[in-house]
């Protein structure tokens, strides 16, 4: 099995900034992906920032030039730097990798229990 760790969430007045870090643990042969969604309250969980198959970042549009992706391959770990944060920032944000158990097995989404992001006006 694969775990996701998340950290790093909380409350900040607009404008400022905070680092979430997501490490994932257990029997990993490889990751293909790992990245960053966010669920508000009554909407669908959506893409912040991730990193794709060859290595390079997709992030919503509503985030760029804000925020920032960065991962640690040795540790299975990613990671997201959020500036500039507005209110509608809020919301549960959630660690996702693919990973695979052995050589063999297929990737499976794994997902992280979410950290609360709130962001004051």
């Known amino acids: 099995q694969v775990q996701l760790v998340e950290s790093g969430g909380g409350l900040v007045q607009a404008g400022g900034s905070l680092r979430l870090s997501c490490a994932a643990s257990g029997n990993i042969f490889s990751v293909r992906t790992m990245g960053w969604y966010r669920q508000a309250p009554g909407k669908q969980r959506d893409l912040v920032a991730a990193f794709t198959r060859d290595g390079g970042t997709n992030y919503a549009d509503s985030v760029k030039g804000r925020f920032t992706i960065s991962r640690d391959g040795a540790k299975n770990a990613v990671y997201l730097q959020m500036n500039s944060l507005k209110p509608e920032d809020t919301a549960v944000y959630y660690c996702?990798?693919?990973?695979?158990?052995?050589?063999?097995?297929?990737?499976?989404?794994?997902w992280g229990q979410g950290t609360q992001v709130t962001v004051s006006s």
């Open positions: 996702n990798c693919n990973a695979r158990q052995n050589y063999y097995s297929t990737y499976v989404q794994y």
